[in-house]
């Protein structure tokens, strides 16, 4: 065996596109992880990439050679997945007649949120954008229920106590005002779960509609709802400039 060849099983899942290292942990360790038929117990077993047959959920897994980074303008009404329980239409079903390979998510937006999401193959770009140390700004455009005091927008920006913690420091703004309603500029760097929308509840203003523009250095622009697009090279090199450890 060439040592070259030679790499812990969270690895391999990772340079397969299937999940970031920590989320193949997880996968290991709910026993859908296979390495030539044989259940893996053992969290960072060493596969040979030549001659070992991997399985996840009973399906071959392969390192590819060819690496894609799309972006897409999720529509309300699709599930952030590569597949659903409940036969609910997934991102994946937007771009499967063009894109052969599979891809994954990098990351979530809910449901009913819309807006820039990325896809990919690469599970170490996904790891470098999702993991907390690296802190990835995202921007969001939500348009709430009434107007906002300057105490309640202070509160926000400080941080706020939901679901048993407290946000870390965001940026919001009052872009928009309508009679009964504004649109708020909010910058956030977690991604936990429906986090905008809970942390616009706290103080008072529920989200009507919420988009998300920008991740990091990247921006949605133009890019029409459903449609997607590959990233530039340029662009890629910028999301992966986040690594900072």
Known sequence: MKQDNIMRIQ???ALAGIASRRKAEEMI???RVKKNNRTVQTLGEKVDVETDIIKIDEQIIKISDKKLYIMLNKPVGYVTTNSDQFNRLTVID???KDIPERVYPVGRLDY???GLLILTNDGDFTYKLTHPKHSIEKIYIATVKGIPTNDKL????????????ITAPAKIEIIKTMQKSCQLKITIHEGKNRQVRKMCEKIGHPVVKLKRIAIGNLYLGNLPSG????LKTSEVNSLKMFNVK
């Open 227 to 230: 449609k997607w697009r590959f």
């Open 112 to 114: 009913d949120t819309e």
């Open 11 to 13: 690895k391999f899942i």
């Open 94 to 96: 937007l771009i499967k």
């Open 29 to 31: 360790l709910e026993g």
């Open 154 to 165: 202070q509160k926000f920006r400080e941080g706020l106590y939901i679901d048993n913690y």
